[in-house]
């Protein structure tokens, strides 16, 4: 790094000195710079002049809190540039409030368009006494153990705000209210590891920008209310709850990784699953987990008749599903989900640390006949073209898994295992006739490791 920030010093020798601070602000970071002060009398203050300050990577060398806080203090004590774009600060705020307060002052009185503050290693919420909604230069709000609060109708506050990231806070429904009355550029909202008081309610029908929302590990969340007709990406990661979209013609992309409630033993989220499905069966991409395909598998009812419910994923071009102990899913499962998803191009099986072996006994003596004899050829898929398995160990369910899609899939070009690194511990010894059979329908496997 210090050899190719000298090169880039020498080249800036005769270089106006905006375009400088351009080039220093890109490519040489803030420590590089400390580094390399006495290389040029025109570079003696380059730490002062960069619009780049990421003070992430502060503590990489093993600094003191002392030592950190004393170089971070040097950089803002000497800054002469004129502006500054970006600041990210990874720190533990215990006992230098002030100093980070009045950091983050310099950076506000400098056009500031990024700020990245995060206060986890203090394991407390730092209450800032900084309005954040008055800044107008703000474009990316980035805040982990950070208070961050927002009145409604701020007379000029992040106006031009397009990404909002809050973390381990508590987030108030005034707050999310004021964000989208004010903030017409938003572009992406997460809150991740966040409380909030029962509903999180987003109204923007009028939002044009407003395309991707992010709610992971979100406590005390029971209903998620949302109007947003420019939605296209979706992440929601945690207990099933129970959804009310309006207008989401436009989502493209679903990230539905349910969790199971193990401190909830009746608990059954299936209803919730199906429920809440009308609003993803648009989609292109889905990523989820078994108890999305729980929900949709064929259960038996009164009088012991089989049924399931009716779904199409009609635009569906990729899916990605993730194993997870306890489940009663197997090929049966996944292939009577896949046959719905008519225009299905990629498919991704994450099967690390799982096994199917609890439920072979009901794929042997109910599921596998069908699904292996299919006359009628229910499960053919028309247009997959890359089938990828993670965590392949070679286990008779993972070769059936193979088998079928080595059969099904006509258009195959790529069929990809992917076994885990202690492979030689936990998988199988290879059945060798099997998949020499596999490899006659579909010679183009491909194994390799993690």
Not at 223 to 234: C, G, M, T
Request: hydrophobic share 40%; glycine share 4%; proline share 3%.
């Amino acid at each position: 790094m210090a050899e190719s920030s000298n090169k880039m010093m020498k080249l800036t020798q005769k270089i106006h000195d905006d375009m400088v601070e351009h080039i220093i602000s890109m490519f040489i970071p803030v420590k590089s710079l400390l580094q390399n002060r006495i290389l040029s009398k025109r570079f003696v203050d380059t730490n002062i002049r960069s619009r780049n300050l990421d003070f992430s990577g502060i503590f990489s060398r093993r600094r003191s809190q002392l030592e950190a806080v004393g170089i971070i203090e040097e950089v803002f004590n000497q800054y002469r540039g004129s502006d500054i774009h970006r600041f990210v600060l990874l720190i533990n705020h215990l006992g230098v409030e002030d100093k980070i307060i009045s950091w983050i002052n310099t950076c506000l009185e400098k056009n500031i368009q990024e700020i990245v503050l995060d206060f986890s290693k203090s394991k407390r919420v730092m209450e800032i006494p900084i309005n954040f909604s008055a800044v107008e230069t703000l474009q990316d709000l980035k805040l982990r153990s950070c208070k961050f609060e927002m009145l409604d109708n701020s007379p000029k506050g992040l106006k031009l705000l397009r990404t909002l990231l809050l973390m381990s806070i508590a987030v108030m429904k005034e707050t999310i209210d004021a964000v989208f009355s004010n903030c017409k550029n938003l572009e992406s909202l997460e809150l991740i590891n966040c409380s909030m008081d029962g509903m999180l309610s987003i109204h923007a029908p009028n939002h044009k920008k407003f395309k991707s929302l992010v709610l992971s590990s979100i406590r005390g969340l029971g209903v998620i209310k949302l109007n947003s007709p420019s939605l296209e990406n979706y992440k929601y990661n945690g207990y099933a709850i129970k959804l009310n979209f309006v207008r989401t013609y436009t989502l493209k992309e679903a990230n539905l990784h349910y969790n199971r409630n193990f401190s909830r033993s009746y608990y059954d989220p299936s209803d919730l699953v199906v429920y809440n499905m009308i609003f993803f069966t648009r989609v292109f991409v889905l990523t989820t987990t078994t108890i999305f395909l729980e929900a949709l598998t064929n259960k038996y009812v009164g009088g012991g008749k089989l049924e399931k419910w009716p779904f199409k994923f009609e635009n569906l071009t990729k899916f990605q599903i993730s194993f997870k102990a306890p489940t009663f899913c197997t090929l049966f499962d996944i292939a009577e989900f896949l046959k719905e998803c008519p225009k299905l191009e990629r498919v991704v099986i994450d099967i690390q640390n799982f096994t199917f072996e609890p439920q072979l006994p009901i794929w042997e003596s109910h599921h596998k006949d069908l699904i292996q004899n299919d006359s009628k050829k229910n499960y053919v898929l028309k247009f997959l073209k890359k089938v990828k398995i993670v965590g392949y160990k070679g286990h008779s369910h993972e070769l059936d898994i193979v088998e079928f899609f080595a059969k099904n899939a006509p258009s195959l070009v790529k069929l990809k295992l992917v076994m885990p690194k202690k492979a030689k511990c936990i998988a199988r010894a290879p059945d060798s006739t099997r998949i020499i059979d596999i490899k006659k329908i579909f010679p183009a496997i491909k194994v390799t490791e993690i």
